[in-house]
């Protein structure tokens, strides 16, 4: 290590709080330091090389080097470097962007509220159900429910539907208000004999009941990410989502389709709610709206609730909420941009072209021993971890079975994700080539290999 990169570890050792990191194993691991990088790949302070598995935290669509996006930043910085859109302000690239995403977003929408983070999108989602259902006298109508292992930011809403563990003990999370509902992973919680649209069906009917339970009129809305991305990638079992809405419409209970991690293209259609036939009233997107170059998120509301926020102004006399940071032109200039890449690219099309090898590999590595199930669509996957393929058996918790093969991948020159339920996440950039697909899955299969030895049992 150069000196200067030792005297970078030390001083983030010393000063440097970071998120879910044990902090005190960090004193002693330091950071892993990424210094540069270019197309799908970075390199860190010792000049490793990785190609970047998880696109970063499943966001740079575009990889690492695009420089069409540093030229709209530096063509906006120089032009008006910071505005707002409170009180009637805006400026050019909001306006676009704006635009933009009603026209091509899932399901009609009327209006693109924008904030800077996907946890600050989902915070302020909730705030619009409830303002909304306060608007139509609703008073009672605000308890929200999302599914055990959904992930949805960590704010004190956003955290509060994040239904893992980690993120909720000792924070006093959930608040008051928040439900959650069954995890829709057949793989794991199916039952013995029961099919994946049976399956499906008693996920349905328990969602039915739990409203039923707390009394409908109490039940505001129901959020969901289309594939559950950080909980573990759980992509719907057949039938779910249709189902799941004729519960929700039968209750006028609000779908709000997280799509921070679906949004622009990662399941092989521009949303993931057109992979699924959902039909959201709210949307909220972030990560590859500006493949993460610029910290920036949206909110988009059909004209149903548009149409009672605007009768709420005439009578409280503002929309009465906003963020400094939300429509920053700087982060909108580079999300127009994105967004005319993904059009002039087709990168659409580049990702059904490509994701069958992606999916194929995936499967492929599902015949690892270690692999109980391999799970995706588009290009996104996860690969469940197990002692036991037969019985399902998932090792220990203190035995850290995807923690060790993240750290075997990242010797092999890969960065992938260890996530809750012992499932390494795959979700490379979406330029990703087929050759590239092959590279990284030829590391991960010799990650896997190189875990099993040390595994107990191995
Ligand atoms: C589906 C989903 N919603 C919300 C969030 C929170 O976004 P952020 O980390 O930008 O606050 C995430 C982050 O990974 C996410 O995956």
Known sequence: MTDAASDLREKDIQYSLHPYTHLAAHEEKGPLTMERGENIYVWDSEGNRYIEGLAGLWCTSL????????????????????????A??????VIELCERLIDIAPHPMARAFLVASGSEAIDTAIKFVWYYNNALGRREKKKVISRQRGYHGVTIAGGSLTAIPLMQTDFDLPLDRFLH??????YRYGEEGESEEE???RLADNLDRLIQSEDPDTVAAFVAEPVMGAGGVMPPPRSYFEKV???????DVLFVADEVICGFGRTGNMWGSQTY???PDIVTCAKQLSSAYMPIAAIMIDDEIYRVFREQSKKHGALGTGYTYGGHPVAAAVALETLKIYEERNIMLHVNEVSSLFQQRLRELGNHALVGDARGVGLIGGLEIVSDKASRAQYEAEVKAAPKVFEKALREGLVVRALPGDTIGVCPPLIITREQINDLFDRLERAFDAAETELPGG
Do not use: M, W
């Not at 509902?181 to 057949?186: A, E, F, G, L, V």
């Not at 809405?245 to 209750?251: E, N």
């Open 63 to 86: 990889g690492f080097s695009e420089k069409r996006l540093v030229e709209a930043a530096r063509r906006q910085l120089e032009i008006l470097p910071y505005t707002h859109t409170f």
């Open 88 to 93: 009637h302000r805006s400026s050019p690239p």
């Open 181 to 186: 509902t069954d995890t829709p992973c057949y």
């Open 199 to 201: 399956f499906a069906t």
């Open 245 to 251: 809405q004729k519960v929700l419409k039968k209750h």
């Open 277 to 279: 036939d959902i039909a």
